[in-house]
């Protein structure tokens, strides 16, 4: 069975600094990861996605994750944040099951503040 | 290209009784997946539908189910609705529904009182 743990359940980070969202994954298979975004009162939106192409994934607006199968961790990252950061963030794992199913499984997700 | 929209956004309903939600996916997107996002349980899969077909469902009672039409628009009924199903509930579509990634709609508000 998969599982997604999301170690910090709110970040807090200057604008400007680094942000790093950490998230460790537990799957039978080779998984596809993925970082959504969600902003207040808003659907998600897709960040980044690693499907056993290259380990390190660059998204949109400058963020990228690292997919370290020796440590199990899918963790997210920005060099700089920016106000507009502050949202929650949910790390998704996604696992065939037999035949044509697919079980996603999400973390249960960061709130980052970013501060003035 | 339009999002995936759904219908309505807002809904308050009382125990007891049942509702029905309405997604309807990007055009060209075949698969349909429904979620339910509570502050206490998260995010949560509640099924994946695939050419009107069902083809994976979470772990929840059979008062949730749902439904395919050819156009691939997708509908969710809850019948029999309690407190506890006041949630978030999230309509997500993608192409294939292999590893593509997802695109959710806003969501539709349920509140049971």
């Known amino acids: 069975a998969q599982s997604v743990t999301q170690l910090d359940s709110h970040v807090s980070v200057s604008e400007g600094t680094p942000v790093l969202l950490r998230c460790n994954y537990s799957?039978?298979?080779?998984?596809?990861l993925f970082w959504y975004v969600q902003h207040p009162n808003k659907g998600l939106q897709l960040l980044l996605k690693?499907?056993?192409?290259?380990?390190l994934v660059k998204g949109i607006n400058g963020f990228e994750a690292e997919f370290k199968k020796s440590e199990t961790s899918f963790h997210l990252t920005k060099p700089s944040a920016h106000m507009s950061d502050a949202a929650e963030y949910f790390c998704v794992v996604s696992e065939w099951l037999s035949g044509s199913a697919r079980q996603l499984t999400f973390g249960s997700g960061t709130q980052l503040t970013v501060l003035p | 290209k339009a999002g995936v929209t759904q219908t309505p956004r807002y809904l308050i309903k009382t125990r007891g009784q049942q509702v029905t939600l309405s997604c309807s996916p990007i055009s060209g997107h075949r698969s349909v997946s429904w979620y339910q996002q509570t502050p206490g349980q998260g995010l949560q899969f509640l099924f994946e539908?695939?050419?009107?077909?069902?083809?994976n469902k979470g772990n929840f009672p059979g008062r949730f189910s749902g439904r395919q039409f050819s156009n691939s628009r997708s509908e969710m009924n809850v019948s029999t609705l309690e407190l506890g199903d006041s949630a978030l509930y999230l309509c997500?579509?993608?192409?294939?529904?292999?590893?593509?990634?997802?695109?959710f709609g806003p969501g539709t508000r349920l509140t049971v009182t």
């Open positions: 799957s039978s298979y080779s998984p596809s």
């Open positions: 997500a579509s993608s192409l294939t529904g292999a590893t593509d990634e997802q695109y």
């Open positions: 690693y499907t056993s192409a290259a380990t």
């Open positions: 539908y695939f050419s009107e077909t069902q083809r």
